[in-house]
């Protein structure tokens, strides 16, 4: 079992940049695909981006080309880059681990009901 804690959420300008980190304890952060998804209030948890476990990183197209998914092994911690963020962004942002499996080793699986282990959730506004 692997517990995950999220952190570095908080309020930011539009445009402006925040860096969310995952840490993990129980087990190798590297073993498991690797999820961002976030929660708006009045709406459904949506995924954001994934690192499979080969490492190939996918993201949502809201977020592509903004935000960047990254895992320091050593530090057993996942990594959501977020810059240009727009007020759409805000949300509560959720990490979350997914058991290997064989459909996950080469893309992280996008839906929320495949992942195994859930952070307790940061929250991001994003004001104007």
């Known amino acids: 079992q692997v517990q995950l804690v999220e952190s570095g959420g908080g309020l930011v300008q539009d445009g402006g940049s925040l860096r969310l980190s995952c840490a993990a304890s129980?087990?190798?952060?590297?073993?498991?695909?690797m999820g961002w998804f976030r929660q708006a209030p009045g709406k459904e948890r949506e995924f954001v981006a994934g690192?499979?476990?080969?490492?190939?990183?996918t993201y949502s197209d809201s977020v592509k080309g903004r935000f960047t998914i990254s895992r320091d092994n050593a530090k057993n911690t996942v990594y959501l880059q977020m810059n240009s963020l727009k007020l759409e962004d805000t949300a509560v942002y959720y990490c979350?681990?997914?058991?290997?499996?064989?459909?996950?080793?080469?893309?992280?699986?996008?839906?929320?009901?495949?992942?195994?282990?859930w952070g307790q959730g940061t929250q991001v506004t994003v004001s104007s």
């Open positions: 979350a681990a997914d058991q290997p499996s064989t459909n996950n080793y080469f893309t992280a699986n996008s839906r929320p009901y495949e992942y195994d282990y």
């Open positions: 129980g087990r190798t952060v590297s073993n498991y695909a």
């Open positions: 690192m499979s476990r080969s490492g190939r990183t």
